[in-house]
């Protein structure tokens, strides 16, 4: 199952993604740059920079500055990775910066209510935005 991520929730399409997975499906994101996470610019990037900042940089937990690794770090959390299930779901689960070319002639499939259109309000950021703020080269 490959899913176009271009302008969906970061939060719903975990959600989902971490469901397919947990059904056995192998489920494979692209364009994990363009998905938005809710909420006002501001205090988004101070969330994640405070996160970031509250714990010794070599220590654990670690925070992810590449769009593709951050977006599978919150899949992750959907899952129960600290046993052995959870572990092996994650393995099935691969998440993209744009569209590979072994991708790029596969039908992909945009999933229903988990788009922008579905916020009240246009207060959001890129999950591309906050990995440039927090420190990531791309």
């Not at 929730?9 to 994990?32: E, F």
């Not at 099935?92 to 744009?98: D, F, H, S």
């Amino acid at each position: 199952m490959i899913i176009d991520a271009k302008d969906s929730i970061l939060g719903r399409l975990s959600s989902y993604a971490a469901k397919q997975a947990l059904l056995g499906n192998k489920v494979d994101i692209v364009n994990c740059e363009e998905i938005v996470v809710s909420g006002r610019k501001h205090a988004i990037l101070k969330e994640y920079i405070r996160r970031l900042h509250r714990k010794a940089p070599t220590k654990a937990p670690y925070f992810y500055r590449r769009p593709d690794m951050f977006v599978k770090r919150t899949i992750r959390g959907m899952l129960p990775f600290k046993r052995a299930r959870g572990r092996e779901v994650i393995k099935n689960v691969k998440c993209y910066v744009g569209v590979p070319e072994n991708l790029r002639n596969e039908k992909s499939l945009k999933v229903e209510n988990v788009g922008v259109e579905r916020l009240h309000s246009a207060d959001y950021l890129k999950v591309k935005d906050i990995c440039k703020a927090v420190g990531g080269k791309q």
